[in-house]
């Protein structure tokens, strides 16, 4: 009985292209010599997983070994993409070649050594067979075919630049070097609804490109990129990345949004009367890519700053339809403490811009920097900043009293308050809010562990508004009291923390950069604060502040004797704190004898304020030369480090999201016909 129903089960049929493939890993030619072989071929739906674990599962001799048949099926892959117009094949040919060229860099990891380029084309028909792919590429993205053809046209280009984690010894590249396909890219994201199914993976792939050998040789993507003065392009750019920005702030902002009841205001209160709150984790699964792609533009495209003030109706980013992209554009973000907010939207309804965005984005970013890959994307945050700050016609936007705009600024939550969302009631200077999240940024990262590179960089971000506003006079309507308490903080705990920073450290090139800020505003603050009173607030707050300047000056003293490794910082230090120095020391006797005279305990800030104004005559001050100049951002060689180590990092990331699973047969059949 038992010998029946074996005999009568039916074994489940084998896949006619798993035949092929193991004739093909086996050295065979598949084709038993008939001519139309391939044509049949290529009509059979392609495995990706068997074709992907075959491969994988081949020792590196064996690899080695079967490099002609591999070459005669990447050739014959190229041939179909090249001159047969049937969809089917070429979706079947693109999707074995993603599998070969991912599955053959794969078996090259640590000191595995072999020319993957001769296994997988040959070395005698590379040029040509890669210029066949690379005008096939271009002609699938460029010209009207189906969606699933676009996306896997790049997403095998997504194989190629995440092939390895050092980009520039990806020698493959030099190919799409030589055969570019940045025009077609662009091409995408200047249409709309191609942008917004490819829009994502096409920006990921610019990104890659650009970064290959861009310090050994003439790059041309890096070229291409600087000189692109089509704004419908570069809006294109940066709506993509304008829409992954607010989906991630949107979604960091929907936990806050929810209306919490009393029962749930209570758990809240006596969690955190038990337990001290902490940050939310703001930096969890970032998308690198995303901000090395604005980087790029902003620093490499002039044009693209114009692009960063486009005003944009607030609206939900699209949502592309199948097939999905071929990198995961999702983005994780942290969960924020729950506050009771009455169910308000903490995002603006009001139009608003790349830039405005992307400051919400640095606001939640920023809030942590307690690991190393946290700190590795504040500092690239920053640097954006710094590269915005410096242009001419970005400083010109982010004052202009006629174009203000609602932020929405995060903060994180502290032992000593609870967590905030501050949004600004009405609309204000972008510069404004831009100094807010400075401020913010100095204020709440004052600890043991201290981040220097990152205060550095928010210190120049400032000095380089506080110099354009000098250039142009510009009198922006801030509460400046706010930034001079946050330098002051600064400084206060470089005095308490000494004995454990200095070591580590060289806090006094920060404090330098502090003084001369404040030397900025001594100087040429009558030319640039709201009004006289202002300035007259910032000799109130230097008088008041005195024994933080003076400890400050006595600390950097210590460190200029002979031998000591700081000397050089120490006596530059020394040296920008004589004007501060000269103004307490003017102000103080006649703040001391006013109370003297008048015989007061005590006096108020009116009164000081008072005296202020009436001793500015005697006043006399060291002039100071290049306070309003800085030293202009270049990527090389200061950032070469940091960069090469990013696109290493970027690099992985894409790579683990790129989806190779076999397309539905049926979904692409049905997307064909409604085509045709």
Known sequence: MATQQTTGEKKPLREKVLTYYDLILKGQDPSGKKIQFWDEFFLLKSNVEYLSQKVRVLSVQELVALKKSFNLLFRKCVTVLQVDDNNIRNINALQTLCVLMRAVFMKKTGDIVFDVIDVLVGIDSAECQMRNLGESLNKFLAEDYPVSLKNLALRLLL?????????????????????????????????????????????????????????????PYVIKLSVLDDEIALNGFGCVISSVLTEYNRQYSAPIEQPVGFLGQLTSLVSNMLVPSESPQAAVQINEAVLLALYQAVYLNRTFITILTHTRSPSQPPTPTAPAPAVDRSLPVPTPPATPDGGK??????????????????????????????????????????????????????????????????????????????RSLQCVPLASSLLDLMVEFMLSHLSRNFRIELYSKSLGIVHRILCYQKRCKVRLAYNWKELWSALVNILKFFISSEDHLLPKYNIFKVADEIAKIFNLFITYGDTFLPNPT????????????????????????????????????????????????????????????????????SITPEQVLEVVRSNYDTLTLKLQDNLDHFEKYAEKPKEMAFFTQLVRSVAAEIRDSITLSSLQQMSVLTELAAIS
């Open 534 to 601: 202002t300035y007259d607030e910032l000799y109130y707050e230097l008088v008041r502040m005195h024994k933080v300047f003076d400890d400050l000056f006595a600390m950097a003293q210590r460190h200029t004797t002979p031998g000591s490794e700081l000397r050089e910082s120490a006596q530059r230090l020394s040296s920008n704190l004589v004007n501060i120095c000269s103004i307490t020391a003017h102000f103080r006797p006649k703040v001391d004898a006013w109370m003297a005279t008048h015989q007061v305990a």
């Open 345 to 422: 939207s903490l995002l603006p309804k009001q139009p608003t811009n790349l830039l405005g965005t992307f400051l919400t984005f640095s606001s939640i970013l920023l809030q942590n920097t307690k690991d190393e890959r946290s700190v590795f994307q504040a500092r690239l945050c920053l640097i954006i900043l710094m590269c915005i700050t410096e242009d001419q016609f970005a400083n010109a936007f982010l004052h202009d009293p006629n174009m203000t705009f609602p932020v929405t600024l995060h903060r994180a939550s502290l032992l000593h308050r609870k967590v905030k969302v501050e």
């Open 159 to 219: 194989v190629l630049v995440t092939a390895t984690d050092n980009i520039s010894t990806n020698v493959f590249l030099e190919y799409l070097m030589m055969n570019s396909v940045f025009e077609s890219l662009m091409q995408i994201l200047s249409v709309p609804e191609m942008r917004d199914h490819h829009g994502y993976d096409g920006v990921v792939v610019v990104t890659m490109l650009i970064n290959y050998r861009k310090y050994e040789a003439a790059n």
